[in-house]
């Protein structure tokens, strides 16, 4: 088990955790962004997966800690908009979308109306959904009370589908805040859900926290190639000294 090669294998680790990192800190401004999560396999789990009769010889890889990503879906911040279709659910659920290809799901709630009278999610091509299917409006400033019942002068014209899964950590993200179903999700309607009309749901991202983080990954990154750096050139005076034989 040579030090280069455990050095190796550490860096690709950092590298998976700056990944995560850099996703966070630039979706921190991303309405409703959920942050990812790494975490490093614990010594115990570590010596117990290298000495486990199961294992396939006692390779390098064996001996690291592994890291594993969960994604947290705690809800941001509201913050009040003048936009009657900024939409924030308060609390568990998601809002159902679909297109040609499928259903999706999203906390996102920055809504805009085209031009055929749809609701759909700004900056995609995925239609809003209601109780009875897609949502068509006439009026660009509807009123949606807190159960995502949809008034237009005074009647109601739809209900948004509020969605919510016994694990949110099943869903598979597709990037900007929307996910897609996965086998393992199970899903169910939010029947009293709360929804903030004009306010938007801020991502959870912790700026100063995944900032402290990512300076103490850069220098754990140096460390690792100093200390290959060093075993190199140990290596490279052993050959030195051989040849002179």
């Given amino acids: 088990m040579d030090a280069i090669s455990i050095s190796a294998i550490s860096m690709q680790n ?6 995560q990192l850099s996703h966070n800190v630039a979706n921190m401004s991303t309405p409703a962004y959920k942050r990812t999560l790494s975490a490093t396999e614990s010594f115990t789990n570590t010596v117990s997966r290298f000495e486990s009769p199961n294992r396939v010889a006692s390779t390098i890889q064996n001996a690291i800690p592994t890291i594993s990503t969960s994604r947290d879906f705690t809800t941001g911040s509201l913050s009040s908009t003048s936009n009657p279709l900024d939409l924030a659910i308060e609390g568990d659920g998601f809002f159902e979308l679909t297109n040609n290809t499928g259903t999706f799901y ?7 109306i085209d031009n055929n009278g749809q609701v759909k999610l700004s900056g995609t091509e995925l239609l809003l959904n209601g109780v009875s299917g897609d949502i068509r409006l006439q009026d660009a400033e509807p009123e949606i009370n807190s159960l995502g019942q949809i008034f ?3 009647k109601e014209v739809s209900q948004i589908r509020v969605i919510n899964f016994d694990n949110p950590s099943s869903l598979i993200s597709l990037g900007q805040g929307i996910f897609k179903v996965s086998e393992a999700s199970v899903q169910k309607e939010v029947e009293l859900p709360s929804i903030r009309q004009s306010f938007l749901e801020a991502s959870n991202s912790q700026p100063a926290e995944d900032m402290l983080n990512l300076i ?8 690792t190639q100093q200390v290959i750096r060093g075993y190199d050139g140990m290596l490279a005076t052993v050959f030195e000294d051989l040849g002179k034989f």
């Avoid at 999203?106 to 805009?112: C, Y």
């Fill in 216 to 223: 103490q990954l850069a220098r754990h990154i140096e460390a």
């Fill in 106 to 112: 999203s906390k996102r709630g920055n809504f805009l």
């Fill in 14 to 19: 950092d590298l998976q955790k700056l990944d």
């Fill in 152 to 154: 237009e002068n005074g």
